[in-house]
């Protein structure tokens, strides 16, 4: 079939817009907040009933058992990423900030076939910004197309990273050691919105000019990643090696310039991956 999955991009479109608005009401309601990997990884009831709500439609779409499912809440174990049809969502992307009422709260869809990614969407639904894309067929927010930025000097960018819920003093240390190394280079900005979708979507927008992070997991990024690369950036391992959605690295960027450039700075450190395989050798390219 020519265009297989244009209707579930189209369908992904509208859940992640129906979840985007119960998030918009939640979030001025009294909300208990509970705490999932130690005491700053929050999760609350909307994204759990986000959640169910998301994979409740795609299931009532597509049937119980055609499609598979990698969700934040309800993947317990690890994420298994298999060549079936898989969709990989994070219901509340940058859950501090919906607790905290900080304005920047994402849906995140994405959907994989044969272990490839073959569309994302990132409602950043407290701005009303739909980011869409799908291979080869362009990126956009709100029905424009969106391209990231032709800066390739690092002296003239923005930069996002951001500090992750691991506060283990040792980790700490390198990811602001990082941090300030690439503010010396010196860049014009460092930045973070507190969701990943959206810091991609950022990039993708050519508002910076990367994001990167360890630590993140395979939610996060799985929609932003397809989003960055038709809006022709880049997304790799933080070593400057290809993208793996399960190692919890990734880096995405306007220009191979710029990548180069932090990858020089990036103080790495070790973190389980989501698919739960031990000691995988993450190569090089740069
Ligand atoms: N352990 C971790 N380290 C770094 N980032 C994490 C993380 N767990 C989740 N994130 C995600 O990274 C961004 C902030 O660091 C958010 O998108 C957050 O997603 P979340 O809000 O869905 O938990
Ligand atoms: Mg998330």
Redesign the pocket.
Known sequence: MADEWQEAYEFAVEVARKAGMVIKQEIDKEMKVLTKSSTV?LVTKTDERVEKIIIGSLKTKFGEKAHKFIG?ESTEKGCELTDAPTWII?P?????NFVHGFPFVAVSIAFAVKKELEFGVVYSCLEDKMYRARNGKGAFCNDEPISVSDVKDITKSIIIS?????RTPAKVEKIFSTMQKILCIPVHGLRGS????TNMCLVATGAVEAFF?I???CW?VAAGAVIVREAGGIVLDVSGGPFDLMSRRMLSANHEDIAKRIIKEIEVFEVPRDDGVKHLQQPSSF
């Open positions: 990884d934040e994070d509340v992307d940058g859950t501090t951001e500090h992750g819920t691991d507190g969701t990943a979708a992070e630590g993140i997991h996060d």
